[in-house]
C-alpha cells in the first residue's frame, strides 16, 4: 500500500508543470485546401452508369454503379457514406487502400483532392480524367475511366506521378474501386491448378475481406483467375439478377480484395499485388497501372458474360473476332518422338480432313543437347538437325503447298538447367544470391526485368519467324512459376522485380506485334495459366487447358465462357483414354466440344479408324460452316453444368439471322422423361429458323430439318433433344 502511494505521489508530481517544464504553445502548420463547388462525373455507357462525386472538400467519391438513372446531378444533395474513389492511406481513411505511398522523409499519409477533369471522346469510347494530388507532397493522381458504349463496359486505371525530386515508395498501387450498395453479395470466382483451370467458385461475401490473388510472377491464371462476377443481392442466374463482373487486364501477381466495410457496403478493389513491391518511383518519373474492367448488367451473368466478349472481340484481343484457323497440333499425337516423316505424315493427314493449318509443338529445337525431353534444350532455339535434317523450312513449305498454314511452339522465357544457354548466361536466371535455384520442368525463368534479356527473348521469336517464309502462327508457352524470386540485373531494387517482369514481357510482346502485326500468337501457359487481357491484347488466342478431356472441358470450358469470349478459347480434339483424365468419351462428343471455340486436333490422325475419320471429316466441314457465329456471335448458356445434368448453351449472330446450339448430356437419364426441353435464348422472337442437327444421320429432335419461329424455340418446351446417354452430344445450327 505505502508503494502505491509513493507511485502516485511521484506521478501527480510529474503530470503538474513545475515553472522550467512549461508547454510551448503546440502549433501545427496544415496546408490548406481550398474548398470547391460540389458535382457530378458520369461516366456512362448505353445501359449502365458510373457516378462519380466531388465533394465540396474535394474528395472524389463513388455515388452509383449500375442502371443509369436520367438526371445524375439529383445526387449533388445526396448525403449517404461516400467511399472514396481512389482511397488512399492516411487522413480518416482506415479501409484497404487503393494507393499506400511511402516518402522519402518517412511518412505514410496521402490525402488524394480533385484538381480537375476532361473528357475526350473518341469513336465509341469517352475517356474521363480525374486530376487528383496530394496537397501536403504534391503527389499527382490521374484516375482515368475509359467508357465503352456500346459494349457496356468501362476500363479504369491509374497513373501515379511523382513531381518531387525524391523517390517515394509506392506500397500499394491498385488499378480501382468499385463501391456497391446492397445487403446481400453473391461472389464468383475461378479457382483451379495445371489441367484443373477455371473451376467455378461461389460463396456469399460476408464481413471482413476476401481475396483472390496470385503470387506466382508467371503462370499467375492457374490457381485463380483475375476475374470475377458478384450480384447484388442473394442471387443471380444466367438470365436475371443485377451483376457487376470485374476483370483485370494483367499477367503477373494480382490482387483483388472483396471489403465488406462495417457499412455493410462492398469495395471491390483490383490491382496488382503489392506482394514484395513496394515500387519504388524516382523524382518526375509516373507510374501507370494495368485497366481494371468493369461490367454491369441487369440480366444476369448471361449479359455481363455478352459485355465483356463484345469487349474482348472489339478491343481486348489482338485481331479479335477474326477466324482463327483450325488446326492439327503435333503435341498429344507425338509429343517428343517424331521425324520429318513423322511431321510431313501428319501434314497429310491434316490436310485430308480439311483443317486449315500445322503446328509444330515442343521438341523441334536443341543441336547441341537436342530436346527429346522436357529435360533439356529451353534456350537453345536452333533447329535439330538430326531430327528434321531437311529443316523447319522445308516442313513449313510442305505444309503450304497443301493449302496449309504452318505454326510453331516456343516457349522464350524459359532456360533449361542443361543448356548452351545456361552455360552461357547464367546471370539471366532469376535467382537470388546464396539461394537454391529450384528447378520446375527442369526449367528456370529468365529474368525479364532486365533489358538484355527482353532483347534475346525478342530474339528468339524474331528468329525463329526468320526459320522459314510465311510462319503464319507462334505458340509462346510459359510452364513454370517464378521461386525465389530476385535478379541480378536490379541490384537492391529487388522490389521492382514483379512488376518489372510483366512489363518487360508486355515491352517484348509490343515490339513483335510492331514487326509481325499479321502473325497468329496463341498465348500458352501450361494450358490456362496465362488467361488475362494483359497478354490477350497481344495474342489472338489462349490454350484453355492441357486438359483436353470432353468432360473435364464441360466445367473449364463454362467457366472460361464467364469472362473470356469463344473467339480466343482453343479447344482440341484428343485421343482416347485421355491423357490427362483417363476418361474416354465418345469423338463425336470430343468434336461438339471443341466446335465450341477453335477447333483443334490433338493426336495422331493415323491412329482413327476409317469410321473415325469420316466423322472427323464431317465434323470438320460443318464446323467451318457455323465457326462465324462461334466467333463473332452473342453467347447465351441455358443450363449451369454445376446445377444441371446437361451443358447447353448457344451463339447467335449479332444481326440473329444464324445461331448454333450445342447440348451435352452429363449424366445418364430416366428414359420416360422423354427429351430434355431447353428454352432457346437470344433469337429473333418472330424470325423463322430452319434447324438442321449437324453431323449425325438420324437426329435427336424431332423438328430436325424444320423450320420454326424463334419464339417457339424459345418457349422452352418445343426444344426437347433426346440425349439420354452420357456424354450424348449434339449441335443444332438455326438459320433465319
Ligand atoms: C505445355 C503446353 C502443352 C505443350 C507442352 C509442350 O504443357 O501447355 O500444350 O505445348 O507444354 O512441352
Known amino acids: 500500500m505505502k508503494r502505491i502511494t509513493i507511485l502516485l505521489a511521484a506521478l501527480l508530481a510529474a503530470a503538474v508543470p513545475t515553472e522550467a517544464r512549461k508547454a510551448k504553445k503546440f502549433v501545427h502548420e496544415t496546408v490548406e485546401i481550398p474548398s470547391v463547388e460540389p458535382q457530378v462525373i458520369a461516366v456512362e455507357t448505353e445501359n449502365t452508369q458510373l457516378l462519380l462525386g466531388v465533394l465540396g472538400n474535394r474528395q472524389v467519391v463513388i455515388r452509383h454503379y449500375g442502371q443509369p438513372v436520367a438526371n445524375p446531378s439529383q445526387f449533388l444533395e445526396f448525403n449517404g457514406v461516400a467511399a472514396e474513389a481512389y482511397p ?30 476532361k473528357v475526350e471522346s473518341a469513336s465509341g469510347v469517352a475517356k474521363t480524367t480525374i486530376q487528383m494530388k496530394d496537397y501536403v507532397t504534391g503527389l499527382q493522381v490521374n484516375l482515368i475511366y475509359e467508357a465503352y458504349r456500346k459494349e457496356n463496359v468501362i476500363s479504369a486505371h491509374t497513373e501515379i ?25 453473391l461472389l464468383t470466382h475461378f479457382h483451379g491448378g495445371w489441367a484443373y483451370e477455371m473451376q467455378t467458385s461461389r460463396e456469399m461475401l460476408d464481413f471482413g475481406t476476401k481475396v483472390i490473388e496470385s503470387r506466382r510472377g508467371t503462370q499467375a491464371t492457374q490457381t485463380e483467375n483475375p476475374s470475377f462476377m458478384v450480384s447484388l443481392g442473394k442471387e443471380f442466374s444466367e438470365t436475371s439478377g443485377a451483376v457487376v463482373a470485374g476483370a483485370l487486364a494483367w499477367s503477373g ?75 492439327l497440333n503435333s503435341w498429344e499425337g507425338a509429343y517428343f518422338t517424331f521425324n520429318t516423316s513423322t511431321l510431313t505424315g501428319m501434314i497429310d493427314d491434316a490436310a485430308a480432313m480439311g483443317l486449315e493449318m500445322f503446328v509444330l509443338d515442343d521438341g523441334w529445337f536443341g543441336e547441341k543437347y537436342p530436346r527429346n525431353s522436357d529435360r533439356t534444350s529451353l534456350g537453345d532455339w536452333e533447329p535439330n538437325t538430326s531430327k528434321i535434317p531437311e529443316g523447319i523450312d522445308y516442313l513449313a513449305s510442305y505444309a503450304h503447298e497443301r493449302g496449309l498454314k504452318f505454326g510453331i511452339w516456343i516457349e522464350p522465357e524459359m532456360v533449361s538447367g542443361v543448356s548452351v544457354l545456361a552455360e552461357t548466361h547464367p546471370e539471366w536466371v532469376v535467382q537470388s544470391p546464396g539461394r537454391q535455384l529450384y528447378e ?15 532483347d534475346f527473348v525478342f530474339g528468339i521469336f524474331d528468329r525463329t519467324m526468320q526459320l522459314a517464309p510465311g510462319i503464319d502462327y507462334i505458340k509462346w508457352d510459359c510452364n ?26 508486355y515491352s517484348v510482346m509490343r515490339r513483335i506485334r510492331e514487326k509481325y502485326p499479321k502473325v497468329l500468337v496463341q498465348c500458352c501457359s501450361s494450358g490456362g495459366a496465362r488467361v488475362d487481357y494483359g497478354a490477350m491484347k497481344y495474342c489472338n488466342e489462349f490454350w484453355t487447358s492441357d486438359n483436353t478431356d470432353a468432360i473435364s472441358r464441360v466445367r473449364i470450358q463454362y467457366a472460361t465462357s464467364m469472362i473470356y469470349p469463344a473467339c480466343a478459347m482453343a479447344s482440341h480434339v484428343s485421343a482416347v483414354p485421355n491423357h490427362q483424365s483417363g476418361n474416354i468419351t465418345p469423338l463425336k462428343m470430343r468434336f461438339d466440344m471443341a466446335a465450341a471455340g ?40 441455358l443450363t449451369d453444368p454445376y446445377d444441371s445434368d446437361y451443358y447447353a448453351f448457344m451463339y447467335v449472330s449479332e444481326d440473329k439471322s444464324k445461331a448454333v446450339v450445342f447440348a451435352f448430356c452429363l449424366r445418364y437419364q430416366n428414359r420416360a422423361t422423354g427429351g430434355h426441353p431447353f428454352a432457346l435464348q437470344g433469337l429473333d422472337p418472330s424470325r423463322s429458323y430452319k434447324v438442321t442437327e449437324q453431323n449425325v444421320d438420324s437426329s435427336c429432335w424431332w423438328g430436325n430439318g424444320k ?27 438455326l438459320e433465319g
Open 88 to 117: 488512399a492511406a492516411g487522413g480518416t481513411f482506415m479501409g484497404e487502400p487503393a494507393l499506400h505511398v511511402k516518402y522519402a522523409d518517412g511518412t505514410h499519409n496521402t490525402e488524394l483532392r480533385y484538381v480537375g477533369h
Open 161 to 185: 506521378l511523382n513531381p518531387g525530386k525524391k523517390a517515394v515508395g509506392l506500397e500499394n498501387y491498385a488499378s480501382a474501386l468499385m463501391r456497391l450498395e446492397g445487403d446481400d453479395f
Open 253 to 327: 501477381n494480382f490482387r483483388i480484395a472483396f471489403e465488406r466495410d462495417e457499412t455493410g457496403r462492398l469495395n471491390i478493389l483490383g490491382g496488382i499485388s503489392p506482394f514484395a513491391s513496394a515500387y519504388p518511383l524516382a523524382g518526375g518519373a509516373s507510374f501507370e497501372t494495368p485497366a481494371m474492367l468493369w461490367t454491369y448488367s441487369a440480366e444476369g451473368a448471361g449479359g455481363a458474360s455478352r459485355n465483356l466478349h463484345r469487349w474482348a472481340r472489339n478491343y481486348g484481343i489482338y485481331g479479335g473476332g477474326a477466324v482463327n484457323p483450325t488446326l
Open 440 to 454: 520446375a520442368r527442369w526449367q528456370w525463368v529468365l529474368d525479364l526485368s532486365n533489358p538484355d534479356v527482353q
Open 480 to 505: 513454370r512459376p517464378i521461386y525465389s524470386f530476385g535478379s541480378t540485373y536490379l541490384g537492391n531494387e529487388q522490389d521492382r522485380f514483379y512488376v518489372e517482369y510483366v512489363q518487360g514481357l
Open 598 to 637: 477453335r477447333l483443334g486436333m490433338e493426336l495422331q490422325p493415323k491412329n482413327l479408324t476409317p469410321e473415325e475419320r469420316a466423322l472427323a471429316d464431317r465434323c470438320i466441314k460443318s464446323y467451318r460452316g457455323f465457326r462465324d457465329v462461334v466467333f463473332g456471335g452473342d453467347l447465351y448458356r
Open 707 to 733: 423450320s420454326f419461329t424463334g419464339d417457339f424455340l424459345m418457349s422452352g418446351s418445343a426444344f426437347n433433344p433426346v440425349l439420354h446417354q452420357t456424354n450424348a452430344s449434339a449441335i443444332f445450327v
